[in-house]
């Protein structure tokens, strides 16, 4: 499936193609912080497949509590969030956050990951498979 999205501001734009059935929802506590909300929706999409078609995302290098590092690219000028990636030589994948895709009511999760961080007041999302860690 062919998405295009972009920060809020507009000055960063996108497009890739993703397999939606790949949709997922993160919980884990990182995630959480970053977005300042419950949880993070993302799509991958192989860097081949990516392509930013306007500006330059910044990056925040984060390391997970594995020592994994990751770039997450956002917007410098509104802050969006637009995708995370490892970081250094190899192929990449990115995680494109759904709620920058113009295409995001077609993106639904199918799985959810790091549920044992997931907020007590969240519903739980059924039919969706859940694992407790990644």
Same mark, same amino acid.
């Given at each position: 499936?062919?998405?295009?999205?972009?920060c809020?501001?507009?000055?960063?734009? +996108?497009?890739?193609?993703?397999? &939606?059935?790949?949709?997922?929802?993160?919980?884990?506590?990182?995630?959480q912080? /970053?977005?300042?909300?419950?949880?993070?929706?993302?799509?991958?999409? &192989?860097?081949?497949? +990516?392509?930013?078609?306007?500006?330059?995302? =910044?990056?925040?290098?984060k390391?997970?509590?594995?020592?994994?590092?990751?770039?997450?690219?956002?917007?410098?000028n509104?802050?969006?969030? /637009? +995708?995370?990636?490892?970081?250094?030589?190899? &192929? =990449?994948? +990115?995680?494109?956050?759904?709620?920058?895709?113009?295409?995001?009511?077609?993106?639904? &999760?199918? =799985?959810?990951?790091?549920?044992?961080?997931? /907020?007590?007041? /969240?519903p739980e999302?059924?039919?969706m498979?859940?694992?407790?860690?990644?």
């Amino acid at each position: 499936m062919k998405i295009d999205g972009g920060c809020h501001c507009g000055a960063i734009t +996108y497009e890739a193609e993703v397999d &939606p059935e790949k949709t997922s929802i993160c919980h884990c506590t990182d995630c959480q912080r /970053l977005t300042g909300t419950a949880f993070r929706v993302t799509v991958p999409a &192989p860097e081949s497949d +990516y392509r930013i078609i306007s500006g330059t995302p =910044k990056d925040y290098i984060k390391t997970g509590s594995s020592g994994a590092k990751r770039a997450q690219g956002f917007c410098g000028n509104c802050g969006s969030h /637009l +995708y995370a990636t490892s970081v250094g030589d190899g &192929p =990449k994948v +990115y995680g494109i956050r759904v709620g920058t895709s113009r295409q995001r009511e077609e993106l639904v &999760p199918r =799985k959810q990951v790091w549920h044992r961080s997931a /907020l007590h007041w /969240l519903p739980e999302f059924e039919g969706m498979t859940t694992i407790e860690e990644q």
